[in-house]
């Protein structure tokens, strides 16, 4: 037997491998995504005040602190006592602000620097081509959009947080600091940066660039790394539209069927078991009542707007629509439509931004409340990659006693796993010389799940990745390392 | 303050946490001391955008801490736009940010590189003994030699 060993597998963030055991035919036997960082934050974080979780976890990862730190903050609110409804509405308009920032930049960053060297170069394109460099060079006009876009959600975190990264904006029960007037009309009037009217148009105009594509590449999105799946995510409380910041947990199995209904976030650990493999320090989270083999989910762009009823902003939900046609209102577990699915994320997220901008409330100085003190919070938020969850228990002396975060990733884990086996079946097995470009295809069906490893362990440190190739005794034959 | 003709920018990247790694980042605190002209900028790592910004400038200054042996524990080199691009989402070098800033914006900025090298990098808040010494020649040459022209 034969080993392919990928590592690092290249354009997500951080460190992971992919092993491909081949019999002596080439014939795929078996494949695994391996997460090899050490998990560390759950631990180190017992001790601390909880009124320190949100600015230490956010150093889990640099491309989407946001989440982390609103995810933390929304479970030290339950430990002050408050609820999410409760907080000031200038204070939940604002940190939605700043969430939404967050998802747009981010989404930007995959989408322009990570996904579409694949798609616009083909996927056994020269590997020198495929990177973003290439991309702003052959298409200046997609890459100056792409820049600006992710330098908007940028700048609203700034503005809101301090810094683009790392910085701090929730207090316990609230936000510490109101938008200024001179603030606000930076992202409207178009002076200095183009405005939230220019995000929109241009989240509009790269969606028909992507249906275009779609439509010339149809039988291979429609094909490559399609597999059934449950599908997870948040969903709106009163209608069970697209949520980001605060809903109900729903789950729908890969032919619609409901798994799990609408049920209140604090209520997760009733429904959810996390299993462990030897090979990956990343765990496997699944519903108890389906079982592990069963009850994984995808989360992110494709659960979500595979899950949601509807989605508020008139934009966004023409689309949504116009996606769902595609598959005839069923439920798309394809793959590659993620990027489709974030795309419209985007629009959606821009279309609220100048919704909040427009608000009264975010200038205002109502910014904190105060209720009666608990020993245990749970927050559970739409990171950029999925449902992000994170959950403290206090002691009297107002220490972090335990900790768990189940992050969007990890969620992810066995589907990503999915992936990887369908590429190596479908595109590696059987086949006599294992191309580059077919190991690429490894990481694209990766890469379509815009993977945080750093974030889903918690790691510390460098994080390179790398392709393995072993025969059956475990021998290495290829192996592919990039750090 | 001296009212230049130019706009210039210093951007420092590094981490503070990170022993010898937070050269950059102590650089630009020293700079903000200075009362000079320049805007600066902290970075944990460039990104793609960092083009868009440099764009704006005439002048820029990359400054990074340097795993590197240098003669005199730091070197001052012009940045030549690379046509190399390192793989990683997590940094680009400051040669590619300048390339991309030639290609996107045409625009060709004055850039320079600001190496000052240093021995560790754990966990850790505070300069090493050794980088301490390299930060202060660093400083002192670089007072001399381009921050006369701004203060």
Known sequence: ?483 | MKKLDHKAIVIGIGNIGRQDDGIAWLFLDYLKEQNINIDLEYRYQLQIEDAELISNYAKVFFIDATKETTEHGFYLKPCLPSITYNFSSHAVEPETILRLCNKLYNRNPETSILGIQGYHWDLKIGLSKKGTINFNKAKKYFNDKVLINYL
């Open chain 1, 1 to 483: 037997m034969k080993k392919i060993v990928i590592d690092p597998v290249t354009r997500v963030e951080g460190h992971g491998k992919v092993t491909i055991h081949l019999d002596e035919n080439n014939n795929v036997k078996e494949s695994f995504f391996h997460i090899v960082e050490f998990r560390g934050f759950e631990r180190f974080i017992q001790g601390h005040p909880y009124w320190e979780a949100p600015v230490l976890v956010q150093r889990l990862c640099g491309i989407c602190p946001v989440s982390h730190h609103l995810a933390a903050a929304k479970a030290i609110d339950q430990i002050v006592g408050i609820e999410p409804k409760d907080l000031s509405l200038p204070a939940q308009k604002i940190r939605k602000l700043l969430h939404f920032g967050q998802i747009f930049q981010s989404h930007a960053l995959h989408f322009f620097y990570l996904a579409s060297p694949d798609l616009l170069f083909g996927v056994d394109a020269d590997p020198a081509k495929r990177n973003v460099a290439e991309v702003a060079i052959a298409h200046p006009e997609l890459a100056k959009k792409g820049i600006l876009m992710r330098k908007f959600g940028q700048e609203i975190i700034k503005t809101i947080a301090g810094k683009r990264i790392h910085g701090i904006s929730a207090v316990p029960g609230g936000v510490h600091k109101k938008i200024t007037l001179k603030e606000r009309d930076y992202f409207l009037n178009s002076k200095e940066i183009p405005s939230v009217d220019a995000m929109i148009n241009w989240s509009v105009e790269i969606i028909d660039f992507l249906k275009g594509y779609h439509n010339i590449n149809k039988k291979w999105l429609d094909e490559f790394a399609e597999y059934p799946s449950g599908h997870l995510g948040l969903v709106n409380k009163d209608n069970g539209f697209l949520e980001l910041y605060d809903g109900n947990l729903r789950a729908l199995d890969a032919n619609g069927k409901v798994t799990l209904n609408d049920i209140p976030s604090d209520d997760y650990i009733q429904y959810f078991n996390e299993g462990v493999e030897k090979w990956s320090y990343l765990k496997f989270p699944y519903l108890k009542d389906l079982g592990r083999e069963k009850g994984w989910n995808r989360v992110g762009p494709l659960a979500r707007i595979n899950i949601c009823n509807g989605i508020e902003t008139p934009l966004a939900e023409q689309e949504r629509l116009i996606f769902k046609l595609s598959t005839h209102g069923k439920i798309n577990n394809k793959t590659m439509y993620s990027h489709w699915a974030r795309l419209i994320e985007m629009l959606y997220c821009a279309e609220m931004m100048k919704k909040l901008l427009n608000d009264e409330d975010i200038l205002s100085n109502d910014l904190v409340r105060k209720g009666e003190r608990r020993s245990e919070g749970i927050g559970i938020i739409e990171a950029p990659r999925g449902t992000l969850i994170h959950h403290y228990e206090v002691d009297d002396r107002d220490r972090i006693t335990r900790c768990n975060l189940i992050v969007s990733t990890t969620h992810n884990n066995e589907p990503m796993n999915q992936a990887v086996k369908w590429v190596a079946n479908n595109v590696i097995s059987g086949e006599p010389k294992i191309t580059e470009g077919m190991l690429n295809q490894v990481e694209v069906a990766i890469r379509a799940y815009d993977p945080c490893l750093s974030c889903a362990t918690h790691a510390l440190g460098q994080m390179p990745l790398n392709i393995r190739l072993e025969d059956c005794e475990g021998n290495l034959i290829d192996e592919k390392i990039r750090s």
